[in-house]
């Protein structure tokens, strides 16, 4: 069993920047594939940025302004976010795959002047 959590969601106006963070309750030592997916209202859950093995992919609406990092030590999955748009706004979750697939509760960003 794994258990996420995310935060650092919240307000923020266009281009500006917010870090997510995620903590799992067990070490993601071998968890190989940890990433953060996004839901905003009325569309289905998509994914954002994913890290495997130590590579990184990212959805082409982020590449450039997003980046994903784990802190292994820590158990711990970031998400930096810059020049935010407002189509960023959703729910993001963090998630995890060991066998099967774990998803955080999520945390809301909504980007907004």
């Known amino acids: 069993q794994v258990q996420l959590v995310e935060s650092g969601g919240g307000l923020v106006q266009p281009g500006g920047s917010l870090r997510l963070s995620c903590v799992s309750s067990r070490s993601i030592f071998s968890i190989y594939t940890m990433g953060w997916y996004r839901q905003a209202p009325g569309k289905q859950r998509e994914l954002v940025a994913l890290t495997r093995d130590g590579r990184t992919n990212y959805a082409d609406s982020v590449k450039g302004r997003f980046t994903i990092s784990r802190d292994n030590g820590k158990n711990m999955v970031y998400l930096q976010m810059n020049s935010l748009k407002p189509e960023d706004t959703a729910v993001y979750y963090c998630?995890?795959?060991?066998?099967?697939?774990?998803w955080g509760q999520g945390t809301q960003v909504t980007v907004s002047s």
């Open positions: 998630y995890a795959h060991l066998l099967t697939d774990y």
